[in-house]
């Protein structure tokens, strides 16, 4: 079974740009969670989708959004890109009825 | 306020010797994970705890879930240079409110094991 893939695996855009990330979880998993990871703050939990609706939400501003699709597949948007915003991104989907959660490679964003 | 608090936050060693990494809360957790993650890359799990008092071993890893289901060691006997990494502990429970509960992590042991 194919694991949790992440694209771009690099990005580097500059200030008050946008950005959209892409993430396919493991075949069968519903649950898609997104965390932002830096070397100050650990990783962060931003929101998790399930079903194409999303059902948690951290402690993030209105400018990071995301969305599921039908197939299970979602998108993380950061708009009008800050540079506190460059980090790991990371995103993880989660097996029923067992809570494990398995992570992607990450995208490592920058933003000059 | 990290609702698990992770413990040595550094982790500096030679090659052979054993650690113990730590992993507490207040809260009660339905089950708790651990998590090796190298430079650049997603976390990868080891290992998944359920019941209080749970001890699971991988090789040369020895996983415990307290008897209270709040808090979690993770021992490593005879560290090797491979076994460098960032370790992160993660407890699942059921928010209010939410259908799906979620994982709270914490802010992870960064491990060198030196040769």
């Known amino acids: 079974k194919a694991g949790v893939t992440q694209t771009p695996r690099y990005l580097i855009k500059t200030r008050g740009q946008q950005v959209t990330l892409s993430c396919s979880p493991i075949?069968?998993?519903?649950?898609v969670s997104w965390y932002q990871q830096t070397p100050g703050q650990g990783l962060q939990f931003l929101f998790e989708y399930f079903s194409e609706t999303q059902r948690n939400k951290g402690n993030f501003p209105g400018r990071f959004s995301g969305r599921q699709f039908s197939n299970s597949r979602s998108e993380m948007n950061v708009s009008t890109l800050e540079l506190g915003d460059s980090a790991l991104y990371l995103c993880?989907?989660?097996?029923?009825?067992?809570?494990?959660?398995?992570f992607g490679p990450g995208t490592r964003l920058t933003v000059l | 306020t990290q609702l698990l608090e992770q413990s040595p936050q550094f982790l500096s060693i030679q090659e052979g010797e054993n650690l113990t990494v730590y992993c507490n809360s207040s809260s009660v957790f339905s089950s708790l994970q651990w998590y090796r993650q190298e430079p650049g890359e997603g976390p990868v799990l080891l290992v998944t705890v359920v019941t209080g008092g749970e001890v699971k071993k991988l090789k040369r890893l020895t996983f415990q879930f307290g008897d209270a289901r709040k808090d979690s060691s993770l021992h490593i006997t005879a560290a090797q240079p491979g076994d460098t990494g960032l370790y992160l502990c993660?407890?699942?429970?059921?928010?209010?409110?939410?259908?799906?509960?979620?994982?709270?992590f914490g802010r992870g042991t960064q491990l060198t094991v030196w040769p």
């Open positions: 075949s069968g998993h519903r649950s």
């Open positions: 993880a989907s989660r097996s029923q009825p067992d809570n494990e959660q398995f």
């Open positions: 993660a407890g699942y429970t059921a928010d209010r409110g939410s259908t799906l509960g979620r994982l709270y």
